[in-house]
C-alpha cells in the first residue's frame, strides 16, 4: 500500500495548514490512519489517529488545535493544523494500518511532507 502525502509548508506562528494523505493499493479496509511527525534530533511521535469508526485521539501538545478526518470510501485522511507553533515544525508523516484485499495486513508510511513555523 503506498501514502501519498501533500500539503506541508512554511507558515508563520499562528498560522493553519492543511495536510493531505492518500492510500493506493489493493486495499480491503484501513482501520486506522495516523500522523506523525519527527524534529530534528527527537524521536517520531504521533500527532493524531482516527479510526474507520472517526474516534480520534491527540497528545495533549496538539489538542484544540489539530484535527484529523478521513473519507474511507476516498481511502484519504486530512490533518488541520491551527494556531501553529515554531515547536510544531517538523516532517510529518501519514501512517495506515488495515487488511489488504489478500487478507494480508499492512501497516505502511508515507513520504513525509515539511512543516516549518517561522517565528
Known amino acids: 500500500v503506498q501514502l501519498q502525502a501533500s500539503g506541508g509548508g512554511l507558515v508563520q506562528a499562528g498560522g493553519s495548514l492543511r495536510l493531505s494523505c492518500a492510500a493506493v493499493?489493493?486495499?480491503?479496509?484501513?482501520?486506522?490512519f495516523g500522523w506523525y511527525r519527527q524534529a530534528p534530533g527527537k524521536e517520531r511521535e504521533l500527532v493524531a489517529s482516527?479510526?474507520?469508526?472517526?474516534?480520534?485521539n491527540y497528545p495533549d501538545s496538539v489538542k484544540g488545535r489539530f484535527a484529523i478526518s478521513r473519507d474511507n470510501a476516498k481511502k484519504m485522511v486530512w490533518l488541520q493544523m491551527n494556531s501553529l507553533k515554531p515547536e510544531d515544525t517538523a516532517v510529518y508523516y501519514c501512517?495506515?494500518?488495515?487488511?489488504?484485499?489478500?487478507?494480508?495486513?499492512?501497516?505502511?508510511w508515507g513520504q513525509g511532507t515539511q512543516v516549518t513555523v517561522s517565528s
Open positions: 482516527i479510526t474507520a469508526g472517526g474516534r480520534t
Open positions: 501512517n495506515a494500518e488495515g487488511v489488504r484485499t489478500d487478507y494480508e495486513r499492512f501497516d505502511d
Open positions: 493499493g489493493s486495499i480491503f479496509n484501513i482501520n486506522i
